[in-house]
């Protein structure tokens, strides 16, 4: 119920509201039931895994080390090389029929512009065997 303080504008009216406490609680009760009944969504990733290999390869792949210098300069295992170089030596790799591995490891202190170019070198001329190493040296 309420009450009328202010000026009396019409003495002798009731003032009618709805008590909404038992239709909010009812809600409440739904509300619960809605969230428990609910099946618990998983959140997981679907990957197409290949089948595990039984045995190691016979012999051991073909290893390059591609490395990006401080200052944008790629070496190709120890070697100086431009960039049009590299990107030869990614199109002779990308269409070998046993792609060799390649092994980046850029400086801590290289640009990230230039190594997103030699990955995206490596990409577009087909070389599918790529990774980083020595990544240690940026934990901190």
């Known amino acids: 119920m309420a009450m009328n303080v202010g000026p009396a504008s019409g003495e002798g009216e009731v003032m009618v509201e709805m008590n909404t406490t038992p239709l ?3 809600m409440l009760v739904l509300l619960t039931l809605l969230i428990i009944t609910l099946p618990i969504q998983t959140h997981a990733v679907k990957l197409d895994m290949p089948p595990p290999n039984p045995k190691p390869p016979e012999t051991p792949p ?4 591609v490395a990006v210098d401080f200052d944008g300069t790629p070496l190709v295992d120890d070697q100086v090389v431009t960039m ?3 990107d030869a030596y990614f199109y002779e790799w990308g269409q070998m029929p046993d792609q060799p591995e390649i092994h980046l490891n850029p400086d801590r202190l290289a640009k990230y512009d230039t190594v997103a170019r030699v990955l995206a070198n490596a990409q577009r001329r087909g070389v599918n065997k790529i990774g980083f190493i020595n990544i240690a040296q940026y934990g901190q």
Do not use: A, E, Y
């Open 84 to 86: 049009q170089q590299l």
């Open 24 to 26: 909010i609680d009812v």
């Open 62 to 65: 073909i290893v390059h080390v």
